[in-house]
């Protein structure tokens, strides 16, 4: 067992709000408990030792997807994982990638979904049928209602789109993100929109067909959402309107 280990934490700080501020890394060192969180330690961090330290959180238990940030080079949760995955003691945080900083590891990225949900229209676009509230709602197939329910468990934390090799040389791709949400209405039987409209937003190099398919996305997606299946099953799509 790990308690009563002393954990490092190196923690990178900047406030971007600061004209003369400069990025740095800030050592701390707190008694670890059993079954602590990065999240916990964090905390405890604040509030015993710097108050102005700045990092999200929300739900604390893998919901809100607040608390992304990379621990020890890994775009993941701060609220799901143990300091005693950390065997050396040492853990090293720092702000997601490809995100605007708020500072330190605090980053928006409620903006950059908002934006991609306007860029990609990521909301149903109903059928004619659909759209009269006087018409019963259309059947769907129980096994196309758990594949769209699956992949609405995204919780856009973003880890996807840190892990992305793609989205960190190209500001404007859509990241995986933005492609599974649109696999997602592309799938609705109650989307009116047809395969030229989604080759519209994503069929080029900033959509599916800049994806490099190295799935960083699905490896680091800490809700294990199909990023490839989605992927490819757009590519193809995409592919047969060429
Ligand atoms: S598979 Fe595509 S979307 Fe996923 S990390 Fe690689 S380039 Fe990015
Ligand atoms: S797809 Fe996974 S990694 Fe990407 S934002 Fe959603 S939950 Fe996070
Ligand atoms: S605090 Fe909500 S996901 Fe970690």
């Given at each position: 067992m790990s308690q009563g280990r002393t954990l490092t934490f190196n923690i990178f700080r900047y406030d971007p709000q600061q004209p003369d501020c400069q990025p740095s890394t800030e050592r701390y060192q707190i008694t670890e408990a059993p079954g602590m969180t990065v999240f916990i330690a964090l905390n405890m961090i604040r509030e015993?030792?710097?108050?102005?330290l700045q990092f999200d959180f929300v739900?604390?238990?893998?919901?809100?997807?607040?608390?992304?940030m990379v621990i020890n080079g890994v775009p993941t949760l701060a609220c799901r994982t143990?300091?005693?995955?950390y065997a050396d003691a040492e853990i090293t945080l720092m702000p997601l990638p490809g995100f605007e900083l708020i500072g330190d590891l605090s980053v928006n990225t409620g903006k950059f979904m908002r934006q991609l949900s306007e860029r990609l229209q990521l909301w149903l676009t109903p059928t004619q049928q659909e759209n009269d509230i006087h018409s019963i709602e259309a059947p769907m197939e129980p096994e196309l209602a758990d594949e769209l329910y699956e992949l609405e468990r995204c919780i856009e934390c973003g880890c996807c789109v840190s892990a992305c090799a793609t989205k960190q040389m190209n500001d404007h791709f859509v990241g995986a993100v933005g492609l599974m949400k649109l696999a997602r209405f592309a799938k609705?039987?109650?989307?009116?929109?047809?395969d030229s409209d989604f080759y519209h937003v994503i069929g080029n190099q900033d959509g599916v067909f800049g994806c490099m398919t190295l799935l960083g996305c699905q490896d680091n997606c800490p809700k294990q959402l199909p990023h490839q299946t989605q992927i490819a099953y757009l590519r193809r799509k995409m592919t047969r309107i060429i």
């Open positions: 015993q030792q710097d108050p102005s739900c604390r238990a893998g919901i809100c997807g607040s608390c992304a143990l300091t005693a995955n609705d039987s109650r989307d009116a929109r047809e």
